[in-house]
């Protein structure tokens, strides 16, 4: 709203400093500092009134050291990040840009599933909280949306190099890329950046290339599925992961600064031809969004922190394990989510690992055996005596190295 009150203010009053909404970097870091300042801020207030509502965590004893004191910590503590994401994008994002509309619907959706398995929790005293097979409805119906709009919204598309005659009806644009002239076209595509690929491109159609003549009609089925997984999957690691004092917080700030380096370059015209990467034309306003999430996440991490004073719960796993797999896929980077996600991604598949021998290991032996000594994997390490703190920095490294290795990967070939 601020960028549209300010670009009135420079078009009709000229008035100095007012021009300054216009660079992306400026609203960035005013989106970083506002939600620092809502989470931390308001976040204490949030967490005094949860308290005062006794809106507490109920812990089951696993045998987890320290864990039995953490009953009681006020949880829905998601609703912290929920603020400190959508108070500064609504400030200072172009709120008529596809992605960021459809940013917002992806907080607003997954933190209302969220928070109503937290609300059953807590409120119902039901601890199963939402089914599992809502939560997964919930979680395609958004995978859906988000998948048709990419496929069929006008304003969603990638620039391609072509070369005369074109066969895309739109128009052509000449270009310099370095010394050399080139023709592009902005069009809609099923691509999607891919490491070790040809170009680091990869047409999700060209699955279907068995298929023969006319296998490009069902990209969107192929698209559709990969979109449906990613985000599931990407959502539910995030709500495995958080299990101990700030390792999801933590973990997803990082993989938001990646996410928002990796938008500002693609969105950005001179960087991607510099660095040969997909340009995506208007996609450069998600770095206002990822700018809001990443304070939202380090604001929120200072309550957060071992010892933890709230719990984010449901409301804010779900939220930012969906944000951050609808983001990758916005700036068709959603095929990097293996490495960039991979604490997400080996979470989950620790839990999946387990309960799959265990069951396996029944029916043929008559008793179930484990791979690890609890699942999910941070359990596991504080079943061997690993303390919490040490944990979650041990994880935080391996995120770095991992965000770093995947900013990598993109100029490889």
């Known amino acids: ?5 300010f670009s009135y203010l420079n078009k009709n009053y000229s008035i100095p400093g007012t ?6 970097t400026f609203r960035m870091a005013m989106a970083v500092i506002v939600s620092l300042l809502v989470t931390t801020v308001y976040g204490r207030r949030l967490i005094d009134y949860l308290r005062f509502k006794q809106v507490g965590e109920t812990v089951r004893n696993l045998g ?26 609504l400030l200072f994002a172009r709120l008529d840009n596809i992605y960021v509309i459809m940013m917002l619907i992806t907080t607003v959706w997954l933190g209302a599933i969220g928070f109503l398995d937290d609300y059953i ?10 089914a599992g097979k809502f939560k997964i409805t919930g979680q395609v119906g958004l995978a859906l949306i988000i998948g048709y709009t990419m496929y069929f919204n006008n304003n969603i598309t990638m620039r391609q190099e072509v070369k005369l005659p074109v066969t895309y009806d739109a128009p052509v644009d000449f270009h310099m890329r370095g010394d050399k002239q080139v023709l592009t076209q902005d069009i809609k595509s099923t691509k999607t950046t891919m490491p070790f690929y040809k170009n680091n491109e990869f047409d999700y159609a060209k699955v279907l290339k068995f298929l023969g003549p006319g296998y490009e009609h069902y990209g969107l089925l192929v698209f559709m599925f990969f979109v449906i ?14 299990g101990i004092d700030g390792l999801a917080t933590g973990t997803s700030a990082i993989i938001g600064l990646t996410l928002a380096i990796l938008a500002y370059v693609s969105g950005n015209t001179l960087i ?26 380090v604001g929120f991490l200072w309550y957060n922190s071992y010892p933890a004073q709230v719990f984010m719960g449901d409301t804010g796993s779900l939220a930012i394990g969906g944000i951050i797999a609808v983001f990758a896929i916005m700036i068709r980077k959603e095929l990097l989510i293996p490495v ?3 604490i997400f991604v080996v979470e ?40 919490e703190s040490k944990i979650v920095t041990r994880f935080w490294i391996i995120c770095i190295m991992l965000a770093i290795i995947t900013v990598i990967t993109l100029k490889l070939r």
């Not at 021009?19 to 992306?24: A, I």
């Not at 997984?229 to 958080?242: L, Q, R």
């Not at 055996?369 to 390490?381: S, V």
């Open 272 to 297: 991607a031809d510099y660095l040969n990467i997909m340009y995506i034309p208007n996609s450069g306003e998600l770095v206002i969004f990822a700018g809001a999430f990443v304070g939202a996440c």
């Open 64 to 89: 987890l050291e320290g864990q039995m004191q953490k009953s009681g910590t006020p949880t829905m503590g998601g609703i912290i990040i929920l603020l400190g994401i959508l108070v500064p994008t």
């Open 348 to 387: 989950n598949a620790s839990v999946i690992l387990q309960v799959g021998w265990f069951k396996y290991t029944r029916k043929r032996f008559g008793e179930g055996r484990r791979i690890f000594l609890m699942a999910p994997l941070h359990h596991h390490y504080q079943k061997k005596g690993f303390h």
């Open 1 to 5: 709203m601020l960028y549209y009150l």
């Open 19 to 24: 021009g300054v909404f216009q660079y992306l």
């Open 229 to 242: 997984i990613i985000i599931t999957f990407i959502s539910n690691g995030a709500n495995i992961t958080d």
């Open 121 to 130: 929790k807590v409120f119902k005293k039901n601890k199963e909280g939402l």
């Open 340 to 342: 960039l996600c991979g």
